[in-house]
């Protein structure tokens, strides 16, 4: 359990982040009063992710991978080593969805926190979940 208020970023919000604007920006607008986590793997996919996207578009990759070395300083990486002993269940949690995003799960749980996703894999998992349209409430504080 953490103190203060935290959400868990997923793979496709670190991408969002990395790619556009609107991500970023509530990320260092409430970077002083929100603690933002990602598991490491959601790292590495959004390193493998970026570049293709953005060769796709014929922009740079290289750009695009040193705005996620930005983003980094705003989210922490969350090693698997802390949040393995939390795999079992949200695998069990993940069951009937994406099996593979059990590690944002993980975190989540053994952080006690939400989760920013636009991945609707996580609807009905249990845990309370924020898209991007409406993770603001939560960050401004107008959740309760």
Known sequence: ???GRA????ANILIRAALGRRVRS????YEDSISFYAPDV????????????LAS?????HAGLAVLQQIE??????????????EQLARERMSARDIEDWPVVAVALMLSVPVWTEDRDFFGSGLATWTTDRVELYLRGSHV
């Open 57 to 61: 578009r014929d922009s740079d990759p």
């Open 26 to 29: 509530l990320l260092e607008t």
């Open 1 to 3: 359990m953490i103190a």
């Open 73 to 86: 300083l705003l989210v922490q990486a969350v090693d698997q080593a802390l949040y393995r002993d939390f």
């Open 7 to 10: 959400l868990v970023l997923d």
């Open 42 to 53: 959601c790292f590495e996919d959004a390193r493998e992710y970026i570049p293709q996207v």
